[in-house]
């Protein structure tokens, strides 16, 4: 299940945002509180991986990825209850996620999965 952190606590996640490798600019600036958007981690107590998502739309993965974390990215993605309007543009250069997309048939644009 994905955990949306509440933003008071988003600077504790300044430091995994810094690990992005596809750019910083996004992640930091949500964790820092200077542009809008979310971050949602795969575990209350264990915040080795990240998802920011802006509300732009981009998201970025960041830290350690395990199945069932990638299978909750890939439920958000889909929004199939419709319950979130906003595009999903997800940023990674992780080679076990873009293969996972690839295979989920999600177009991949260089970094980007597009819908």
């Not at 992005?20 to 979310?38: F, H, M, N, R, T």
């Not at 739309?57 to 974390?69: D, M, R, T, V």
């Not at 250069?93 to 980007?112: A, H, I, N, R, V």
Request: charged letters at 20%; one cysteine or more.
């Amino acid at each position: 299940m994905l955990y949306k952190i509440n933003p008071l606590m988003y600077p504790d996640f300044v430091s995994i945002a810094n690990t992005q490798q596809c750019g910083k600019v996004y992640p930091l600036s949500i964790a820092e509180g200077i542009q809008e958007g979310e971050i949602f981690t795969y575990s209350k107590e264990d915040y080795s991986n990240a998802l920011f998502w802006a509300h732009s739309g981009f998201a970025y993965l960041s830290g350690n990825f395990n199945e069932c974390f990638v299978e909750e990215i890939y439920a958000l993605l889909l929004n199939k209850n419709k319950s979130n309007s906003r595009r999903f543009l997800l940023m990674t250069d992780d080679k076990f996620m873009q293969d996972y997309f690839k295979s989920k048939k999600k177009y991949l644009f260089g970094e980007t999965v597009f819908i």
